[in-house]
């Protein structure tokens, strides 16, 4: 076997075993953000005390066989404020990044189809919410509509919008100009059809990669609003508010609340950043090369 053969040879296992631990990283991740998601949804069955419950006998209690994580400064059981709080902490990212693709992606492919003064209106609009911070946006509308969870969800909605939007409009651009789009405009198909039933199809591996990896930078915003008192308010289960809630037993060295649930937040956003990375590497077919 020549050298060349041998450093053929080579290559192909180095990349093979990219290949694997890129798939077990992406496996990996999808597993941690489904069990997540399953822990959410089945949380009354996995809970378990009530959320809300407060125990004064039990206050700052570590792990035991009762309570697993301990109590916070109330006597309730953090391990069931965990589960609960998994539904509101996944709740709202899940409305912000579905809202903003939506709405991200019909402004991206309409201004790709359209071009002209729309095109450049739309993306005049959207560099300017991209210049302002999401939780400033957010703050803003807190001043102005009051603290709350849904306030949080718009302003976010519409912060998060350029994210999604300049990324599939460029994409969308190189679309539009392939044959086949041409061949479609000259049998006559109307310019709607085109975009709902090819231009849209063939954007949304894009826009999945796009929903994946907002969605933990999302978790973390929503996550920030309610650790700064304008998201979720109190006696309500959400990971964030547990974070700030559980602040004053650090100093007292009872750490397990804001411990746990910060540790959860992280895991999380680790996890889907991962996720978002890997299935853009296997759309992209970087992992073949």
Known sequence: MTTLELAAKAGALGRGRAVARGNGVLIGAG?????????AVCAPLLAPYDPETVDPMA???????????????????ILSRILYGARLSLLAPAVVTLAASVVGT??????????????????????????????ILAVVGAAVFGAGLQVAVVTLSVAYLPYVARTVRGAA??????????ALRMLGVPGRRICLRHLVPALLPLVLVQ????????????????????????????????????????????????????????????ACTLLGNGLSRRLTGEDAR
Request: charge should be negative.
């Open 211 to 270: 929903v994946t990896v907002s969605f933990g930078y999302t978790l973390l915003d929503v996550a920030a609003f309610s650790f700064i008192g304008l998201g979720a308010q109190p006696p309500t289960a959400e990971w964030g508010l547990m974070v700030a809630q559980g602040a004053s037993g650090v100093l007292a060295g009872r750490a397990e609340q804001s411990l746990y649930a910060g540790l959860v937040i992280v895991v999380f956003v680790i």
């Open 31 to 39: 597993v941690v953000v489904a069990l997540v998601v399953l822990a």
């Open 173 to 182: 651009l190189r679309e539009v100009h392939l044959p086949y789009v041409s």
């Open 59 to 77: 206050v700052y209690q570590g792990s035991s066989g009762a309570h697993w994580l301990g109590t916070d400064d109330t006597g309730r059981d």
């Open 106 to 135: 019909a402004l991206a492919v309409s201004a790709a189809w359209l071009g002209g003064w729309y095109d450049r209106g739309v993306s005049s609009a959207l560099n300017v919410v991209f210049g302002f911070p999401g939780l």
